[in-house]
């Protein structure tokens, strides 16, 4: 409350008759156009509360008169992006790949578009990148069950691995050689033996690495090949080189061989459009491992 | 008319008001009087003054209107392809051009020097000269005196301008009013345009805005400026340079008792009065409180109250003053472009010093020229080419089935000319390592990697570096990515990154 309105001697400028502890205040007075202006911006918020959604309730809130909604606009924009998307996925839907690779648009589309969908679907398995983890295949190193072939991945993406309900799904099955009694402990112990030793994980001069050798030639064979090699028709992996699904260790070979993996992956088709997934196939090939 | 030439912001209280005051005060009465703090906008009529710094002012200001209003039609060969315009900041392209200089997003930094520049430079001529920025060149000064002259070609000068703001309204004060808005709306709109041309070809823009077919925010960028501009130049004037404009309430920082400021001259025009032919000029000053002086100021202030923040430093009451010392026979520069220092000398018949080399000013010039090098340098050691390398992140690594491992980098090569050239890629000093690139494994691993990038574009690739165990020395290698010019073979840039493996 203004108490005392005096001239500063100094400036000669009114006070405005505040005084605390005997500092006072200048009446240094503000230009009338401000305070128009500040009245100007309270009936702009007014307008815009009007207009737009601003006011909340318990249940509800005031949307406004205009029915602007963040939300809708973010549809119309989603919608608008997938119409402006429609002509590079018609393409992916219908050519083949050999076609798709030679157009650079198309491929950078794919692969950014592939990008997104891969970290959305594949991740939670595969991880970032598709570095995997144990049990679920790298998918960018240079060592591929079904085969690293575009055709091939897009074959495994479509149908899976082991998929219940789909007829075309990547399909073995290894036998759990001591669960089902076909091996005797010391016989899967003398086969890890030999399986290490054919990547050099293990020594090759261990008595169980002969015999391991003998029960291999015998039960293993069929799949893996003489030379251990693997066979990518019966998703049997190569034994011989330095990438383990399950670990290289030799409990986890062990393991393997006595109870049997028979890792799953979904069937993509029927859940995600062509485009979708030859969009990820394109990804995953281009990783780094591709053939 | 004494009213109308009261000083805006230094009173707010009107007359009565301050009675009010006085009253408040004796009686000291609780709650009688509460003090106004909002002061009414008092009209400033300045009146048309013609000398030596109202000479510079005219010759400023046609040299920056011309500069602005030119600037966007001055023509520049760049060949095919790219725009002919020597000033332009491509906003959509992203590019921009300054005559032989053109610049990416990336290189945004030339304008933070640039800035930088003009900031210094600005400081300097403050330290020196004082306020000239505020009076000669803001655009604020340049475009309120270009809408004050056309005030005055239409309403006539002062008087008759006051005197017409007086009238009930007539058709011959409508027509005046309305003659001076509609100039005035035509230079804002001018203006206006000219700024949408720095971001758009001129001759295109010109026509699509004629035409009605320029886009939304072509016309609503010309709409705000051309609003800006007849607002902040024909109505707020000098309450921008008072109220809004931040640069007054910092630039005593760059001031000392060396800068020359507009000054009166108290101890030789104290003590004023009136003064008529023949008198003596013996036992009283100089002034001859005619308030010449007051009348043409654009900010309505007199200057005789010593200096004051609303003071722009434009002189202009230096011309008036001069005029009237001539008439009445004085030495002329009553008021004075003159720093405190010699303001003090100068009735003590002291010599008169002019000191530029002071800390301030030599601390701004140093800053000047190390920005100006700076900038020149990277100027001149600008190339056409850039490389930019990202690491992946998932994955660092990959180990291969033979035991050997994989980086994956993300390459961006910047091409800034205006052909197709082909690079040349590769890992110098790692003569083990094998490259390729995404998509391309089939063929096989390669000592180095051919890139072709389109012209004034970003080739982006992926690239895959393989190297043996035994290349790969700790968790994390420096390696050195060099991009050659495949025609010269000439080394064009590289760049340093890692070779990550497993610890
Ligand atoms: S006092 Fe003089 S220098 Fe300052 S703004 Fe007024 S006319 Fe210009
Ligand atoms: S113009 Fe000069 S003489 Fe006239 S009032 Fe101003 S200072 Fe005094």
């Not at chain 2, 707010?12 to 006085?22: V, Y």
């Not at chain 2, 009414?40 to 009146?47: E, G, L, Q, S």
């Not at chain 2, 202009?316 to 003090?344: Q, T």
Request: hydrophobic fraction near 40%; proline fraction near 5%.
């Amino acid at each position: 409350m203004p108490t005392k309105i005096e001239k500063d001697s100094l400036t000669g400028t009114e006070t405005t008759g505040h005084e605390w502890d005997g500092i006072k205040e200048l009446n240094n007075p503000l230009p009338k156009w401000w305070l128009y202006t500040f009245y100007a911006c309270v009936l702009f918020s007014v307008v815009w509360s009007v207009l737009y959604p601003s006011v909340p309730g318990i249940r509800s809130y005031f949307a406004g008169i205009t029915g602007s909604h963040q939300r809708k606009d973010v549809e119309e924009k989603l919608s608008a992006a997938a119409a402006s998307q429609a002509q590079y996925r018609d393409k992916l839907a219908n050519l083949d790949f050999a076609a798709i690779r030679n157009d650079p648009e198309l491929t950078r589309f794919a692969l950014s578009g592939g990008r997104v969908l891969f970290a959305e679907n594949c991740a939670p398995c595969h991880q970032s990148g598709g570095v995997g983890a144990k049990g679920y295949p790298n998918l960018a190193d240079d060592d591929w069950l079904w085969g690293g072939s575009i055709e091939a991945i897009h074959q495994t993406l479509r149908n899976g691995i082991r998929w219940p309900g789909n007829d075309d799904t990547r399909l073995s099955q290894m036998p759990r050689f001591l669960a089902d009694g076909m091996l005797t402990a010391p016989q899967v112990n003398a086969v890890a033996d030999y399986v290490l030793s054919l990547s050099g994980l293990g020594p090759a001069n261990l008595p169980t690495v002969a015999e391991g050798a003998k029960i291999f030639a015998e039960q293993c064979v069929a799949c893996h090949g003489e030379q251990g090699k693997g066979n990518r028709e019966l998703g049997a992996p190569n034994l011989t080189d330095k990438i383990w699904l399950y670990g290289s260790d030799k409990a986890s070979v062990v393991q393997t061989i006595a109870q049997s993996r028979n890792g799953v992956m979904p069937a993509w088709s029927g859940r995600l459009d062509p485009a979708t997934i030859k969009m990820l196939a394109l990804y995953v090939h281009a990783l780094g491992g591709g053939e | 008319m004494a009213d109308v030439n009261q000083i805006p912001s230094k009173s707010g209280l009107k007359p009565e008001a301050e009675s009010h005051a006085e009253a408040a005060h004796s009686d000291a009465v609780l709650g009688m009087f509460a003090p106004s703090l909002y002061a009414d906008h008092v009209k400033v009529y300045p009146r048309a003054v013609s000398g030596y710094f109202r000479n510079i002012k005219w010759g400023v200001l046609i040299l920056c209107l011309a500069l602005y209003y030119i600037g966007p039609w001055i023509r520049w060969d760049r060949g095919p392809n790219a725009p002919d315009q020597a000033l332009l900041l491509d906003m959509e392209g992203r590019r921009g051009y300054f005559f032989w200089i053109e610049i990416w997003p990336q290189e945004i930094y030339y304008i933070t020097g640039l800035l930088i520049l003009g900031a210094v430079a600005l400081f300097l001529a403050t330290a020196l000269f004082g306020r000239i920025w505020c009076g000669y060149t803001c655009p604020q000064t340049v475009w309120t005196d270009l809408f004050m002259l056309v005030e005055r070609w239409i309403e006539g000068d002062r008087n008759a301008r006051m005197k017409l703001d007086k009238q009930p309204l007539s058709l011959a004060k409508a027509w005046r009013k309305i003659a001076k808005h509609t100039v005035w709306l035509l230079i804002a709109a001018a203006t206006g345009g000219a700024w949408i041309m720095y971001f758009q070809d001129a001759p295109t823009v010109t026509r699509e805005m004629l035409t009605g077919q320029a886009g939304m925010g072509t016309y609503f960028f010309f709409g705000l400026f051309t609003g800006t501009t007849y607002l902040l130049a024909g109505w707020a004037r000098e309450q921008v340079c008072t109220y809004m404009c931040p640069w007054p309430r910092f630039q005593a920082a760059m001031q000392d008792e060396h800068t020359l400021a507009v000054t009166y001259q108290g101890w030789r025009g104290e003590t004023r009065g009136s003064h008529k032919a023949g008198q003596s000029w013996e036992g009283r000053g100089d002034c001859v409180d005619c308030r010449a002086c007051v009348n043409v100021c654009p900010t309505g202030i007199d200057i005789r109250d010593g200096q004051q923040l609303e003071c722009i430093g434009c002189g202009l009451c230096i011309d008036a003053c001069d005029d009237i010392m001539a008439k009445v026979d004085r030495p002329l520069r009553l008021i004075d472009f003159v720093s405190m220092e010699n303001l003090e000398r100068r009735p003590k018949k002291q010599p008169q010093i002019v000191k530029l080399i002071r800390s301030r000013t030599v601390i701004y010039s140093v800053m000047l020229v190390v920005v100006a090098a700076v900038m020149a340098a990277a100027l001149l050691l600008r190339s056409d080419v850039e490389l930019n390398v990202l690491h992946d992140r998932a994955p660092l690594f990959v180990t291969l089935s033979d035991g050997s491992l994989r980086n994956g980098y993300t390459v961006k090569v910047l091409n800034k000319r205006r052909e197709t050239v082909q690079y040349r890629l590769s890992l110098d000093g790692q003569p083990m390592a094998g490259l390729f690139l995404g998509g391309e494994r089939d063929a096989g691993l390669q000592k180095e990697l051919v890139l072709d990038v389109e012209p004034d574009s970003v080739g982006e690739f992926r690239l895959f570096v393989r190297m043996p165990r035994e290349a790969i020395k700790g968790a994390s290698m420096d390696v050195e990515l060099v991009l050659r010019d495949a025609a010269t073979g000439r080394k064009a840039t590289s760049y340093d990154t890692k070779f990550n493996g497993p610890n």
